[in-house]
């Protein structure tokens, strides 16, 4: 096989898996939103309830890489702004929710909320491990996806360390402290995918 042929035949591997792996992170993402939102719901958590929205958000965007992984560069670019606004709902979501618990000041209940958050450092970990190995193959796409996993990772520690204050402590500011961290977290990464789909170019692997 000449060079053309062989660069063509591992463009198309490389499209092949970046593929796959966004589809299951999509849907491990879209599997634990149902969790993790019915959780907060039934305990009032600020912080998983963020987390949630969260879930939904990253589902999305890995179903948008689905479709614009093979466009041109300057789609993937509209597309890379849409996902740097997308990367921010959680935070307003948490802020939202953070105004309207002071006027329902309830504590979540601790163990709950801490088993959950451990259930999303599992599944956020295991799609970050993923979406590492070819966060460099798909422009600001992938770099959105894998970005928005890895601060999940951080913000499910935090919300296990708020659970295990909230056990301690028998207080709610705990898990809204957590969830306006996770808002301010995500507002960072927003802008990092914002920065990445400006520099978009017609070099990444196309399918």
């Known amino acids: 096989m000449d060079g053309a042929g062989q660069q063509t035949t591992d463009t198309r591997n490389i499209s092949t898996t970046v593929r796959r792996t966004v589809a299951i992170v999509a ?17 009032g958590s600020v912080s998983l309830f963020a987390d949630s929205i969260d879930f939904l958000e990253d589902a999305s965007i890995n179903l948008l890489i689905l479709v614009a992984f093979g466009w041109s ?8 702004f849409v996902l740097a606004a997308l990367i921010l709902m959680p935070g307003i979501a948490a802020l939202w929710t953070v105004y309207l618990k002071f006027y329902d000041p309830s504590v979540p209940e601790p163990f709950a909320l801490t088993v959950t958050a451990a259930g999303a450092f599992a599944v956020n ?26 601060n999940d990772v951080a913000a499910n520690v935090a919300i296990i360390a708020a659970g295990l204050a909230t056990f301690a402590l028998g207080s709610m500011w705990p898990d809204i402290v957590v969830g306006l961290a996770i808002a301010a977290l995500n507002a960072t990464s927003a802008w990092e995918v914002y920065e990445a789909a400006t520099e978009e170019t017609d070099e990444h692997p196309r399918s």
């Open 125 to 150: 970990l295991m799609c970050a491990l993923l979406l590492a190995r070819t966060r460099h193959q798909g422009g600001a796409l992938m770099t959105a996806a894998f970005l928005s996993a890895r």
């Open 27 to 43: 849907l491990a993402n879209l599997a634990y939103f149902c969790v993790e939102y019915a959780v907060a719901l039934a305990i």
């Open 73 to 80: 560069a300057a789609r993937r670019r509209l597309v890379g």
